[in-house]
Nanobody, 128 residues
Framework: QVQLVESGGGLVQTGGSLRLSCAAS????????LGWFRQAPGKEREFVAA????????YYADSVKGRFTISRDNAKSTVYLQMNSLKPEDTAVYFC?????????????????????WGQGTQVTVSS
């Protein structure tokens, strides 16, 4: 069992920044692949960013590329999403999620069906 707790969401103006955190417990964090997803009102949940267990491989949705950065701190069992140059269309509930990959391969995952555990989400609202 893995527990994930997101934090760092809030209200920010267009062009502002936020850093989301997701603290994990329950398993060996360093062996997880990790991802961030988001869901806007009335829309499907969508992929935002992902990182492999090593952190060497990362991938971003086109809509956030160049503005968002995913990173991980294995000592703190925490994954981050630094969000810069925020836009109103970034408004959503943001979720972190885990793939229990172990140390085999070094892949990121963009399909939510690959993820084993999810956090409860944190709201991000960008005002225009």
């Amino acid at each position: 069992q893995v527990q994930l707790v997101e934090s760092g969401g809030g209200l920010v103006q267009t062009g502002g920044s936020l850093r989301l955190s997701c603290a994990a417990s329950g398993r060996t964090f360093s062996s997880f692949a990790l991802g961030w997803f988001r869901q806007a009102p009335g829309k499907e949940r969508e992929f935002v960013a992902a990182t492999s267990w090593s952190g060497d491989n990362t991938y971003y949705a086109d809509s956030v590329k160049g503005r968002f950065t995913i990173s991980r701190d294995n000592a703190k069992s925490t994954v981050y999403l630094q969000m810069n140059s925020l836009k109103p269309e970034d408004t959503a509930v943001y979720f972190c999620a885990v793939v229990l990959t172990g140390y085999s391969g070094n892949y990121y995952y963009t399909d939510e069906r690959d993820y084993d555990y999810w956090g409860q989400g944190t709201q991000v609202t960008v005002s225009s």
